[in-house]
């Protein structure tokens, strides 16, 4: 069965930094994009970045660009998400979601972490 | 950045109704259109990828279609289970854009 599960949200101050993780089993990490969309309180879906299979195309959301790094562990079937220089903005829940295998940036998702929260508070 | 417009923002319908949501993108995406459902405290389903496709495990009663601009996701028999929130989200181009989302009450 294919499951993500993050992990490394909680409450940071404005100006703080954490980093989420995101452990996939029941398949193979290294053939698919892999990627991070978020959901701020009383909002929709917003993607934030995302990582082809050997890193070499990475992208990212405009609001998050400067401040945040993706990167993936394949050996390890792993995502991470470095969040620098947080902002109350950037309060959401964090999902982690595999995307299509080979793609280098056009894609969907086809299956999604339960996600984990990010507070940003002083 | 493309913009993707959902329509409406939410709605109520019966069990057994017929369901349509409808999704507009600020310009032509050709096909790369996904639909996704999400329940509160879940995560986020795939529906429908390439604006028509089923993915795998999907009820039949879920269908799109669509291409250029505007899209629909129709629900042809509404069901207890199909509450929740709706997205739409395009896949031709970064910044990959969802739509505000329809929510669905029974």
């Known amino acids: 069965e294919v499951q993500m599960v993050e992990s490394g949200g909680g409450l940071v101050k404005p100006g703080g930094s954490l980093r989420l993780s995101c452990a996939a089993s029941?398949?193979?990490?290294?053939?698919?994009?892999m990627n991070w969309v978020r959901q701020a309180p009383g909002k929709g879906l917003e993607w934030v970045s995302s990582i082809s299979t050997s890193s070499s195309y990475i992208y990212y959301a405009d609001s998050v660009k400067g401040r945040f790094t993706i990167s993936r562990d394949n050996a390890k079937n792993s995502l991470y998400l470095q969040m620098n220089s947080l902002r109350v903005e950037d309060t959401a829940v964090y999902y982690c979601?595999?995307?299509?295998?080979?793609?280098?940036?056009?894609?969907?998702?086809?299956?999604w972490g339960r996600g984990t929260l990010v507070t940003v508070s002083s | 950045d493309i913009q993707m417009t959902q329509s409406p923002s939410s709605l109520s319908a019966s069990v057994g109704d017929r369901v349509t949501i409808t999704c507009r993108a600020s310009?032509?995406?050709?096909?790369?259109l996904n639909w996704y459902q999400h329940k509160p405290g879940k995560a986020p389903k795939l529906l429908i990828y390439a604006a028509s496709s089923l993915q795998s495990g999907v009820p039949s009663r879920f269908t799109g279609s669509g291409s250029g601009t505007d899209f629909t996701l129709t629900i042809s028999s509404l069901q207890p289970e199909d509450f929740g929130t709706y997205y739409c989200q395009q896949s031709y181009t970064t910044p990959l854009t969802f739509g505000g989302g329809t929510k669905v009450e029974i």
């Open positions: 310009q032509s995406i050709s096909n790369y």
């Open positions: 029941g398949f193979t990490l290294s053939p698919y994009i």
């Open positions: 979601a595999r995307g299509e295998e080979k793609a280098t940036s056009r894609t969907n998702f086809d299956y």
